[in-house]
């Protein structure tokens, strides 16, 4: 056999090869990617949104509300207002929990409550049932987290009045508070109510 025939069949057979490779890695590439598991959430999902009301949001917003004011008897006259450093200090703490609270309503896959267990005030007319108030958040979340920032926003404004220790501004901010409470509840809590079930005056746990 000539040099010239060997080295075409050496040719042949190294382009072979190389072509049989490229094949190869044409055809892994063309196989389906795999899907990647949805990453684990860090969160871990304990209370219900009516534990969080009951636990971390009507405390703080009471606490609030009674922190500046006036109360008559018959002893006279009794100015309640934080003067310490430790009673300013206390305020501070409470208006935090509040804050804090508002992100953890908003957690994805929080329910409105336990299994089996009824809403508060469930015997009132106008009250919705549980069910009812998942299936309101579920259809529009989006609306849910604008209330929640609604009270987020007001805890922020008492929490420069608090760091100010501006009594006047506290006081004022209370009537925020109040009124971001009540348009979220109208809402998702008595919408077929024509009062408001609980008031500052008279509630032993109002919600926001």
Same mark, same amino acid.
Not at 139 to 160: K, S, T
């Given at each position: 056999?000539? %040099?010239?025939? @060997?080295?075409?069949? *050496?040719?042949?057979?190294? +382009?072979?090869?190389?072509?049989?490779?490229?094949?190869?890695?044409?055809?892994?590439?063309?196989?389906?990617?795999?899907?990647?598991?949805?990453?684990?959430?860090? +969160? #871990?999902?304990?209370?219900?949104?009516?534990?969080?009301?009951?636990?971390? @949001?009507?405390?703080?917003?009471? +606490?609030?509300?009674?922190?500046?004011?006036?109360?008559?008897?018959?002893?006279?006259?009794?100015?309640?207002?934080?003067?310490?450093?430790?009673?300013?200090?206390?305020? #501070?703490?409470?208006?935090?929990?509040?804050?804090?609270?508002?992100?953890?309503?908003?957690?994805?896959?929080?329910? @409105?409550?336990?299994?089996?267990?009824?809403?508060?005030?469930?015997?009132?007319?106008?009250?919705?049932? /549980?069910?009812?108030?998942?299936?309101?958040?579920?259809? %529009?979340?989006?609306? +849910?987290?604008?209330?929640?920032?609604?009270?987020?926003?007001?805890?922020?404004?008492?929490?420069?009045?608090?760091?100010?220790?501006?009594?006047?501004?506290?006081?004022?901010?209370?009537?925020?508070?109040?009124?971001?409470?009540? *348009?979220?509840? #109208? @809402?998702?809590?008595? /919408?077929?109510?024509?009062? /408001?079930? %609980?008031?500052?005056?008279?509630?032993?746990?109002?919600? /926001?």
């Amino acid at each position: 056999m000539a %040099n010239n025939e @060997v080295v075409q069949m *050496q040719r042949k057979i190294v +382009f072979s090869a190389l072509a049989a490779a490229l094949l190869g890695l044409a055809a892994c590439t063309e196989e389906a990617p795999t899907t990647a598991a949805a990453p684990e959430s860090p +969160f #871990r999902l304990t209370a219900t949104i009516q534990d969080i009301m009951q636990t971390l @949001v009507d405390p703080p917003a009471d +606490f609030l509300w009674a922190a500046v004011g006036t109360t008559i008897t018959e002893a006279g006259t009794v100015e309640h207002q934080p003067r310490t450093d430790e009673e300013w200090a206390l305020v #501070r703490r409470n208006a935090l929990t509040l804050i804090e609270a508002t992100n953890l309503l908003t957690m994805e896959g929080r329910r @409105v409550a336990a299994e089996g267990k009824q809403i508060e005030d469930a015997d009132l007319e106008g009250v919705l049932t /549980p069910a009812e108030i998942q299936q309101k958040i579920d259809e %529009n979340r989006a609306a +849910f987290i604008a209330y929640a920032h609604v009270l987020h926003d007001a805890g922020m404004e008492a929490l420069a009045a608090i760091e100010a220790r501006n009594l006047d501004g506290l006081t004022e901010v209370g009537e925020k508070l109040d009124q971001a409470c009540e *348009q979220c509840h #109208r @809402v998702y809590w008595y /919408p077929n109510t024509q009062e /408001p079930i %609980n008031s500052r005056e008279s509630a032993t746990t109002p919600a /926001p």
